[in-house]
């Protein structure tokens, strides 16, 4: 069974950083897009980050400059590291998956795994 389990969420004050990991279980992801996307209640899903097979992130402009995508293959794992970050970046982050060797884009309709959600809160 294909899972991608999420963790490195929680509290933290503007300006500061946290690190979100996620590792798949049940494939391996080294050869698919991977990538993150968030969700603040009442306001629809919307894409992050995004990395290929090859390596190369996207990055909504949002989070240009502040966030970094990366991945593991050997640890099917892929991480954000996510630097200065602002109230606006809170939200429940979903690490997911698209089954192409290339990303299509931050579409939330691309994935077709997604793990369950880690909670990112940063206060002002």
């Known amino acids: 069974q294909v899972h991608l389990v999420e963790s490195g969420g929680g509290s933290v004050q503007a300006g500061g950083s946290l690190r979100l990991s996620c590792v798949a279980s049940?494939?391996?992801?080294?050869?698919?897009?991977m990538g993150w996307f968030r969700q603040v209640p009442g306001k629809m899903r919307e894409g992050v980050a995004i990395?290929?097979?090859?390596?190369?992130?996207t990055y909504a402009d949002s989070v240009k400059g502040r966030f970094t995508i990366s991945r593991d293959n050997p640890k099917n794992t892929v991480f954000l590291q996510m630097s200065s970050l602002k109230p606006e970046d809170t939200g429940m982050y979903y690490c997911?998956?698209?089954?192409?060797?290339?990303?299509?884009?931050?579409?939330?309709?691309?994935?077709?795994?997604w793990g369950q959600g880690t909670q990112v809160t940063v206060s002002s």
């Open positions: 049940g494939y391996t992801s080294k050869n698919n897009c």
């Open positions: 997911a998956s698209e089954r192409r060797y290339s990303c299509t884009g931050l579409n939330r309709n691309n994935p077709d795994i």
């Open positions: 990395v290929d097979a090859l390596g190369d992130p």
